[in-house]
């Protein structure tokens, strides 16, 4: 089982940023893939960017030039740094870890020992 520790959430002005934290702790070892979704009121909840343990980031369009990921699997510990934030930015953003393995008889990505953390709000004022 995997716990995930999310910090670095809060209030910031339009155009300010913030770094968002997470650090995973139990069964990290076969980790391969952190990100972050977000979710805001009345919506799904939506990728936001995901990092694997090659480096290889997947940003939504909508953040791509403004935010980036990175992370350390040594250490279990990814971070996002949001700049240039807008008002659409606001949601309670989720921490999310699992492994990634290719299923070469299916020909795609399979997921398991998927986590989430707890969420912590961003909110963006205007």
């Known amino acids: 089982q995997v716990h995930l520790t999310e910090s670095g959430g809060g209030l910031v002005q339009t155009g300010g940023s913030l770094t968002l934290s997470c650090t995973a702790s139990g069964r990290v070892f076969d980790l391969n893939v952190m990100g972050w979704y977000r979710q805001a009121p009345g919506k799904q909840r939506e990728l936001v960017a995901s990092i694997s343990d090659r480096g290889r980031a997947n940003y939504a369009d909508s953040v791509k030039g403004r935010f980036t990921i990175s992370g350390d699997f040594d250490k279990s510990t990814v971070h996002l740094q949001m700049g240039s934030l807008k008002p659409e930015d606001t949601a309670v953003y989720y921490c999310?870890?699992?492994?990634?393995?290719?299923?070469?008889?299916?020909?795609?990505?399979?997921?398991?020992?998927?986590?989430w953390g707890q969420g912590t709000q961003v909110t963006v004022a205007s």
């Open positions: 999310n870890a699992f492994r990634q393995t290719w299923e070469k008889e299916l020909l795609t990505y399979s997921r398991d020992h998927e986590s």
